[in-house]
């Protein structure tokens, strides 16, 4: 039973029935309503995701690619990053190419919706099984999970808990939560620009926080502004010109003047992880088990990998007959992720602080690293790896 159809529960069920680990009928997909269909006539989704080569590849492997690449996926060939201290167009910013690593491009700028919408089909299309619904209770023993739905009443040998930060398996199956509010939120639209973009995504560090343009297909960019709370509250009640005439000033100017083209929304952002990713006859995967800082846009890649690192576990498991909700097999799929993800997750704190907000000496030293590390060819190289999300033990999904 997965909790949670978002992307990565989707992911889940998809990799479960493509590795054999379960015949696809005994595999269901639990959330409130299935996620929409997304047309070519739909606005851009507010929310997109800058996908890396490693979950392009988990995505081939399902099938579920094609139909992203048909639907706006807009891939992005060079990647700048600079502090607001030095000009965008100089030799002290942080610039890096894909050909530069021999590779076409060095991701894709997705929207969650189309994403979420092509597993969906993937999963339920192989045969699994879509349960509507909101799980309400959970009671694991050693030999089974009952759960109860505000529906329907289920016993599964393994919950998956997919069901985003507010994970409801993660506190009933009492698995603790650490988290810490940033004081930051994110706004994000999508904007129009007087000069193109370059199929670039582009990132300043403010200050007060980081702004980023992500290349849309359409020639358009869609942006993850991520400033203190005041300072969004501020900008959320500003009229549209006035909050162009702010983002543009904020941009540097780096694509010259930047227009709304789309509503605007703010969401508050979070640092959390899951004390324990799981217990016996449960795992947590996604933002269910960890929420990290929007400003590498890592959430949902990492999301994909715990999938793919998950099904794996119980693939291999599946081979020597193990029962997959055993404690000790799931410690596996935890002790595999749960390192890779606090990896990640401290990386964007230190450049959130340092770099993003930072002042005083060890912000100033960090500052000034950005343009040596530009310089440097082999950091360029390191960099390049981890955009495509080929650093750390990849499951075979990934490879
Ligand atoms: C501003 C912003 C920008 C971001 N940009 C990026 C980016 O560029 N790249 C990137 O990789 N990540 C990005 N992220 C992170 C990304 O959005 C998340 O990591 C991703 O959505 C997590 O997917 P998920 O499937 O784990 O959870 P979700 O997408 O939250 O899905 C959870 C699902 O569970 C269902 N559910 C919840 N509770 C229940 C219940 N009780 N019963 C049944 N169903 C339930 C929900 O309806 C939902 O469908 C960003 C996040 C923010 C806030």
Redesign the pocket.
């Known amino acids: 039973m997965i ?9 889940v069920a998809v990799l479960l029935v493509t590795a054999g680990v379960v015949r696809p009928e005994r595999i269901a997909l ?4 299935p ?1 929409p269909s997304p047309t070519a006539a739909d606005p851009i989704d507010l ?6 080569r490693a ?1 392009e590849r988990i995505l081939l492997h399902v099938g579920a690619w094609p139909a992203i690449a048909a639907q706006r996926a807009s891939p992005y060939e060079r990647m700048t990053v600079w502090h607001a201290n030095v000009p965008p167009r100089s030799a002290d910013v942080l610039s890096f190419a894909a050909d530069e690593a021999g590779e076409p491009n060095l991701g894709h ?1 997705v929207e ?1 919706r189309v994403l ?1 919408s092509a597993l969906y089909v993937a999963a339920t299309g192989a045969g699994v099984a879509f349960v509507a ?4 209770s959970l009671t694991a023993d050693s030999r089974q999970v009952e759960l109860t ?1 505000s529906t329907a009443a289920l016993t599964t040998r393994l919950v998956v808990g ?8 993660r506190t009933l199956a009492g698995l603790g939560l650490t988290a810490a509010d940033y004081g930051q939120r ?1 706004i ?1 639209a999508v904007v129009t620009s007087q000069r193109p973009h370059e199929r670039t995504a582009w990132q300043r560090f403010l200050g007060d926080g980081t702004l ?1 343009l ?1 290349p849309l297909a359409d020639g358009r960019s869609s942006i ?1 502004w ?1 400033v203190p709370d005041e300072r969004a509250a501020r900008l959320m009640a500003l009229s549209a010109q006035e909050f162009a005439a702010a983002l543009t000033a904020d941009s540097d100017d780096v694509l010259g003047r930047l227009e709304l083209s789309s509503e605007r929304a703010a ?3 979070v640092k959390q992880s899951a004390d324990a990713y799981v217990r016996e006859r449960v795992a947590l ?5 960890h ?2 800082h ?1 400003l ?8 994909l990998l715990d999938a793919a690192a998950l099904v794996q576990v119980l693939q291999d498991a599946a081979s020597d007959r193990e029962d997959p909700g055993a404690l000790r097999l799931l410690r596996r799929y935890e002790r595999w992720r749960r390192t890779d993800n606090q990896i990640v997750s401290a990386t964007m704190d230190s450049f959130n602080r340092w770099l993003a907000r930072g002042s005083g000496p060890v912000a100033t030293l960090a500052q000034q690293a950005l343009p040596i590390v530009g310089r440097s060819t082999l950091a360029k190289q390191l960099l390049v790896r981890r955009a495509l999300g080929a650093v750390g033990e990849l499951p075979r999904a990934a490879r």
């Open positions: 909790v949670g159809a978002g992307p990565v529960g989707c992911c639990l959330d409130r309503q996620p929310r997109v995701f800058a996908l890396s979950s700028i969650n979420q619904g909101s799980l309400q739905t997919a069901d985003g930060a507010r994970s409801q398996v994110a994000v980023a992500l993850v991520s969401v508050d952002l995967v996604g933002d269910a088990a929420v990290i929007p590498a846009g890592q959430g949902v890649n990492l999301g």
